[in-house]
Structures are given as structure tokens and as C-alpha cells.
């Protein structure tokens, strides 16, 4: 996936997060950021980054955004994979 495509899906993932109390409020308490931060933090693909393994961390709330916005299950993580720090990691 091309970076720009995974930092839409990422943003779509955000704001799909923050239609929500019961969603983004998990997501605001392990970030410690105020809903100010994540606006100026939005355009950071660092940040959209972590979005993203914050959606990756839960099986249920991944298939309810994929489901929710049409997205197939495996496009987070080939997203995630696009942004920084998202590589691989190769242990040989």
C-alpha cells in the first residue's frame, strides 16, 4: 500500500474512532491527549501510525471499523505496515 493511501486509511480510522465516546475515550486515555492534540497531531504520519496499532490492538474493534467504513480485515495492517515504524521487524 502507498503511504498516502495508508495515511487516508488512518485518518478514516481516527475519525471513524472519534464518532464515538465508548471509542475514542479508550483511544484519549492510552495516547494521555486532549482532543485538541489530535487535531494538530492528525497530519503526523507518526501519529496516524499509532492510530492504527490502536485499532490493530483489539480483533473486535477492527472488524467493527472494517465493517463500519468497508474496509477489508488485512488493509489496517498493510497500512500500518506503510507508515513509520510499521515495518516488519526481521529477527534473523
Known amino acids: 500500500m502507498r503511504r498516502d493511501a495508508a495515511e487516508m486509511l488512518a485518518l ?11 471509542r475514542i475515550g479508550p483511544f484519549l486515555a492510552e495516547t494521555g491527549l486532549a482532543s485538541d492534540d489530535i487535531r494538530r497531531r492528525a497530519a503526523e504520519p507518526e501519529f496516524l501510525g499509532f492510530v492504527l496499532d490502536h ?5 473486535a ?27 516488519d521487524p526481521h529477527w534473523t
Open 12 to 22: 478514516d480510522a481516527l475519525a471513524w474512532l472519534a464518532e464515538a465516546e465508548e
Open 55 to 59: 485499532l490493530l490492538q483489539d480483533e
Open 61 to 87: 474493534r477492527l472488524l467493527a471499523f472494517c465493517a463500519a467504513r468497508d474496509h477489508a480485515p488485512e488493509a489496517p495492517a498493510r497500512a500500518r505496515a506503510a507508515l513509520p515504524g510499521g515495518a
